[in-house]
Every structure is written in C-alpha cells, then in structure tokens.
C-alpha cells in the first residue's frame, strides 16, 4: 500500500454482507466510480468504505496503513469520523434552519461553539450556501439539501466521502453543477471522493477510476478513457451499450435488437484517439475486408481532458470474421464494439 | 343543577390535569429509556424495546382496568386514604396515559438506522448529546400531536371512570340518569366534553404553526 492511499480492502469478503474477494485502494484525491447493475453488490461495498461492516470473513480493511478491525473502538471511530456519505435523501430536521442542522454536527463532535461558528461560515461559503442560511431546511430544493448534506459531513473533517446515486435525481445542469463542487472540494480540501453513478457525464468529466461490479465482486477496475473505448469485462460493454443506446436518433433505438436477424445490420460504435487514423486506416480496413459502412452519427468527445473521436456506422459483417476484423482496427488503435442489430433501410 | 354540574366539570378538569401531569412525569424517564434502547446498536436491546412496547400496545387498558379495580374500594371510602377524589381518579388515567405516551414517543423518534443517529455513532457523540441534539428537536415535531391525542384519549377515558364512580361528569350522568331522569343534564354534560375536546385539539394546534425564519 502506498502512503497516500486512504483505505484500502485487501481480499474482503463477508458472506453476511455479500462481499466477494474485494481488492481495492483508494488514494487521496481521488474520485473513484462505482458501475454495475442492481444487486452487483454496490451498496454492500460502500457499507464496506463506511467503515460500518461488522466483522469480516477474509481479508482486510486498512485504513490509514492500519487494520481497521483490530483497533479499539475509540480509535475506530476517530477513523469513521473521517469518512462521510451523501445520499438523495438527506435526513435533517426540518424546523431548523440550514445554520442549526450544520451546527448540529459540530455540537454532535464536541466542538467548542466559537469554534465552530467560524468553521460553519467557512464551509458555507466553500458549499455557496450561504445565503439560505436562515431558510428552514423544509424549504430547500433537492439541489439546497444535498449542498447541506455536503457542508455538514465537512464538520468532521472527512478524507473521503461517498456520493451515492447523487446524479440521479437532479436534472442535467444542476448534476453538472454538482460535478463541479465535488471537483472543488476535492481540490481545496484534499478529498476523496467514491461515486456510485451511471451518469456518463460525471464519469466522463470528474473520475479518475472506475470499478466494474458484478455478483458482489468487482470484475474490472479502469480509467474513464479505457471505459468509452475498449472495455474488457462484459459489464464494461454492457455499459457502453446502454450509454450509446441513449445517444441514438429514436427510430434506430427502437428498432436495435440484441441479436442478428434477416436484413439486420451490425450498429457498430466506433473510436479512436486521433483522428487520423479513421481517416488514414479505417477506409483501408473496409477495402480489405471489402465492407461499406453507412456512418449514423460521428462526434468528438472529451474525456477527462483527453480528446476521443467517435462514430456509430451500422455495417454488413459477418460474425465468422467479427473478431478479425476488430483485431485489424485495434492495430491501428480503433476501438470497436458491438451495439447491437438494427434494420438494413439504416 | 347548574352548581352540581359546575362542580362535576371543574372536577372533571381537575381529573384531566392532573392525569396529564402524571403522564408525563412517569412517560419521560419509560420514553426516555425506551428511545435510548430504539437508537442503540446493540440488536438485543431493541429486540427488547421493540417487544416491550409490543406487548403495551396490545395491552395498553389491561393495567387501567386493574387500577381501576385496585382503586375502586378507595373511591367508595374516602376515608380509607385521605386523598382528594381527583387525585385518585387521576391514577388510573396516568397508567393509561403514560403507557400511551411513552410508546407515541417511541414510534415518533429515529431508529437506530436514521442518518442523524448514524452520524451520532459515528462521531462517538454521548447518549445525551444525540437526545439532546437530534432526539428531541425531531420528537418536537411530532410531541404536540401525541400530547394533543393522548389528552383526547384521557377525555374519553375520564367519562368511563366517572360512570363506575369516580367523579366529575360521568358520574353526574350516571347518577343523575338513575334516580331522575334528565335530558337536560345529558345535553350539558355533550356539550362540556365536547367543548373540551375542542379547547384541547384547539390549543394544541395553535402551537404546531411552524414559522419560517428566512
């Protein structure tokens, strides 16, 4: 383990928690996300990263180089106080106003109220909140309360918090506002961050890393960049369907099948780091394998600052020679995967 | 009849009084045990809280049946005890009401799993410190609710106590309606528990107004 790395989970399982085999680091800085269907096990490992798991079968937590679970109580604890979480559904209490249910925090931890009055104005002003700061918490948007949330789990000084399904019920811009907090706050306050997220967007602008998870174990751990181009596991693809899917006109989408059919085409997404090579290398592939590809859309995309070009071609291939044919792409770095079926008139 | 019934109605008032004041000095320490054992993290002890306010809940008029009964040779001689009537009136109302009380309160507060009681534990916060802080201002919520029904509920009560004779207005109708006839009673008898119930619902909901500060 290396000296930045905040909490690291050396081979845990815990058959009451279903937790299978977990091997994962967390560094300071970092904004982790973690991808997977329902019931992959996502939960049952942020309760894991709280710090709140009982008792393992195997393995380890280490946090901050020691072993979580043999310390004494008092000192686990001083170790949970520096790991906050933030849901969609904040509890406060509801007559109190936004400065009382951030206050609250700071009376829970023994903080001298001089003290903490000064700490409140502060990360208040980091969170831009305040201004509502006499607005009773009943009277806050969805967008205000997670603000709050984020400002009072500061009280305890955390290293890492873990955002669990934010993006999910705030609207596109509000959710891009909510990506820039977190990158902030990661900044100005040397956080770490672990997002249980679909949204590509986030993914695409903030992470650093994301895991895969699958039947409780995570099955694959990569950059935001190898995730839109060349996943490996077959969550990674799943995911990069069910992205592209959403970026499809309507009628494509409705008519994409899972499998071949009579008069189906193969939807193809396509990319690449650099342009040139759809220009100099893609044409020359098709000619070789004597393939037409009709191009749906085509686009540039940033990813963690790094440019990608992609495009989505619907094209007459063969499954026999499916594999040689993205072998050939590959050597001239283009990323293909398999969307799905669609109807020839594409 | 109008002294005899002004009489039987500041009774009954002083019935009602003192069984809310007994409530609620003998809910606070039964709900606030109760409500420690609700937040803790030991499963064994809110097994425990859960059964015991189980069992209340079925059984919440068994022990003022008792105490009725246990009561009622007082109230038929006064000078067995020298307490005054609506005092011992009092006692089997405060049984049923502070067992009310007490689990009101206890299906009020946060459970162990509430992000607050969480934080708590986590913060390694004093048992006093998350009743104080997180507790209490969320049971202010909803305390004038329960105090509003379980006052109700003792109205009601009050009527049943003083039909088996144990003073104010149930008694004054019982009695009354068995040696004369006298719809007339009856009628102001409604009407006094009736405008009761109202003054109490009333008073209570005046103070739920929550004013925004900003």
């Not at chain 1, 019931?39 to 380890?60: A, F, H, M, R, V």
């Not at chain 2, 201002?137 to 049943?160: A, Q, R």
Request: hydrophobic residues 45%; charged residues 15%; aromatic residues 8%.
């Amino acid at each position: 383990m290396t000296n930045s790395a905040i909490i690291e989970l050396q081979n845990v399982s815990s058959k009451s928690h279903n937790l299978h085999k977990i091997d994962l680091e967390l560094h300071s800085n970092q904004i982790l996300a973690v991808v997977g269907k329902p019931n992959s096990g996502k939960y049952q490992l942020i309760e894991c990263l709280t710090l709140s798991i009982q008792g393992l079968d195997e393995g380890k937590i280490i946090c901050h180089q020691k072993d979580f679970l043999a310390l004494s109580l008092d000192e686990q604890h001083m170790l949970m106080r520096q790991i906050g979480y933030i849901t969609t559904n904040p509890t406060f209490i509801e007559n109190k106003t936004v400065y009382e249910n951030i206050e609250l925090c700071f009376k829970l931890l023994n903080i001298k109220p001089h003290v903490a009055a000064e700490k409140i104005q502060q990360l208040m002003k980091i969170t831009e909140i305040a201004s509502k700061q006499d607005t009773l918490v009943s009277n806050l948007n969805l967008w205000q309360k997670i603000k709050l949330d984020i400002t009072r789990k500061l009280a305890s000084q955390p290293r890492l918090l873990i955002g669990i399904d934010l993006q999910n019920n705030l609207d596109a811009t509000t959710s891009r506002k909510l990506d820039q907090l977190i990158q902030q706050l990661t900044n100005e306050l040397n956080l770490s961050w672990v997002l249980i997220t679909n949204d590509p967007i986030t993914i695409k602008n903030i992470c650093h890393k994301i895991i895969m998870m699958q039947d409780s174990t995570i099955i694959e751990e990569l950059t935001p960049l190898e995730l839109f181009t060349k996943p490996n596991s077959d969550v990674g693809k799943d995911y990069l369907k069910y992205i592209t899917k959403q970026e499809l006109p309507i009628n494509i989408k409705d008519s994409l099948q899972r499998n071949v059919q009579t008069n189906n085409k193969m939807l193809l997404r396509i990319a690449t780091k650099a342009n040139d090579n759809f220009n100099n290398h893609l044409p020359e592939t098709l000619a070789n394998f004597e393939l037409n590809i009709n191009i749906i859309s085509a686009y540039k995309d940033t990813i963690n600052q790094t440019v990608i070009y992609v495009m989505l071609v619907t094209i007459n291939l063969l499954s026999a020679d499916e594999t040689e044919f993205y072998n050939a792409l590959l050597e001239h770095d283009i990323y293909s995967e398999n969307i799905g079926y669609v109807d020839d008139i594409y | 009849m109008l002294t005899i019934f002004t009489e039987a109605l500041r009774e009954t008032l002083l019935i009602l009084i003192a069984a809310t004041l007994f409530s609620i000095f003998l809910a606070g320490p039964i709900s606030g045990l109760l409500v420690i054992a609700k937040t803790s993290s030991n499963k064994l002890i809110r097994a425990i809280a859960y059964s015991i306010v189980s069992i209340w809940q079925t059984l919440n008029y068994v022990p003022f049946l008792i105490v009725v009964l246990l009561m009622y040779p007082v109230i038929q001689h006064p000078m067995l005890i020298n307490i005054p009537n609506f005092l011992t009136a009092a006692i089997p109302l405060s049984i049923v009401g502070s067992i009310v009380l007490s689990v009101e309160i206890f299906k009020s507060c946060p459970d162990h799993k509430n992000e607050l009681v969480l934080m708590a534990h986590r913060y390694n916060s004093s048992r006093i410190n998350l009743i104080k802080f997180v507790i209490w201002p969320k049971l202010t919520l909803s305390l004038n609710s329960i105090l509003n029904n379980v006052m109700l509920l003792l109205v009601g009560l009050t009527t049943i106590e003083g039909a088996i004779g144990f003073g104010g207005i149930g008694q004054l109708i019982l009695s009354e309606n068995i040696e004369s006839y006298n719809p007339a009673l009856l009628f102001m008898a409604i009407v006094a528990f009736i405008a009761i119930s109202i003054f109490i619902d009333y008073t209570f909901r005046s103070f739920n107004t929550v004013e925004e500060k900003g």
